[in-house]
């Protein structure tokens, strides 16, 4: 089965970009994939915020972003607001299985 | 409004069975697919397992032949058999729906201990 990783914390100043990536030991990371994103923080369920890669909800902010970046799935925050202070998981579609990788505590400070 | 409300959790001991339940408001739950996600405390998401719109079903290898979907359409309800509950099964279970997976419910808790 495969594994799912994503870099397990990152730091980024308010107002400043940072980006998530979410890798597949299978080998690149592609649309057929279907990366999802979900942000989730202390106490609450999860809420997703990027879907098929680039698609993006009604509710989530323009300042994020969703792509493929170098055989991985990435997740792109410009402008980050403390609010967006969070646990951020990828979840990768196999064939016949989902795999959620091990989530990014973002610090915004 | 839109959402799912899971309930069944609660505590029980290794080896037993639960039926978590994943209640649909403001849509048709057999209009989509649901997904199952578990937390285990202080860890990460674990995918769990999805049915599709045909009942269909795929689940993870570590609840393979110990969980089970169902559906009540009557109730627009999609359940989780869960048994032979494990220490490791201990977590707050989620229901998710669509390929987009756009509703989350809040969870239901589910403590395996002796």
């Known amino acids: 089965q495969a594994v799912v990783t994503q870099e397990p914390s990152l730091t980024v100043s308010p107002g400043g970009t940072v980006t998530l990536t979410c890798g597949s030991s299978?080998?690149?990371?592609?649309?057929?994939?279907?990366p999802y994103w979900s942000q989730q923080k202390p106490g609450q369920a999860p809420r997703t915020l990027i879907y098929?890669?680039?698609n993006k909800h009604s509710w989530t902010p323009a300042r994020f972003s969703g792509s493929l970046l170098g055989g991985k799935a990435a997740l792109t925050l410009s402008g980050a607001q403390p609010e967006d202070e969070a646990d951020y998981y990828c979840?990768?579609?196999?064939?016949?299985?989902?795999?959620f990788g091990g989530g990014t505590k973002l610090t915004v400070l | 409004e839109v959402q799912l409300v899971e309930s069944g959790g609660g505590l029980i001991q290794p080896g037993g069975s639960l039926r978590l339940s994943c209640a649909a408001s403001?849509?048709?739950?057999?209009?989509?697919?649901v997904t199952w996600v578990r937390q285990a405390p202080g860890r990460g998401l674990e995918w769990v397992s999805v049915?599709?719109?045909?009942?269909?079903?795929s689940y993870a290898d570590s609840v393979k032949g110990r969980f089970t979907i169902s559906r009540d359409n009557s109730k627009n309800t999609l359940y989780l058999q869960v048994n032979n509950l494990r220490v490791d099964d201990t977590a707050v279970y989620y229901c998710?729906?669509?390929?987009?997976?756009?509703?989350w419910g809040r969870g239901t808790t589910v403590t395996v201990s002796s």
């Open positions: 998710a729906r669509g390929g987009d997976m756009d509703v």
């Open positions: 403001g849509f048709t739950i057999n209009n989509y697919y």
């Open positions: 049915t599709y719109t045909d009942s269909s079903t």
């Open positions: 299978t080998g690149a990371v592609t649309s057929a994939h279907y």
């Open positions: 098929g890669t680039t």
């Open positions: 979840l990768l579609s196999y064939s016949g299985y989902a795999l």
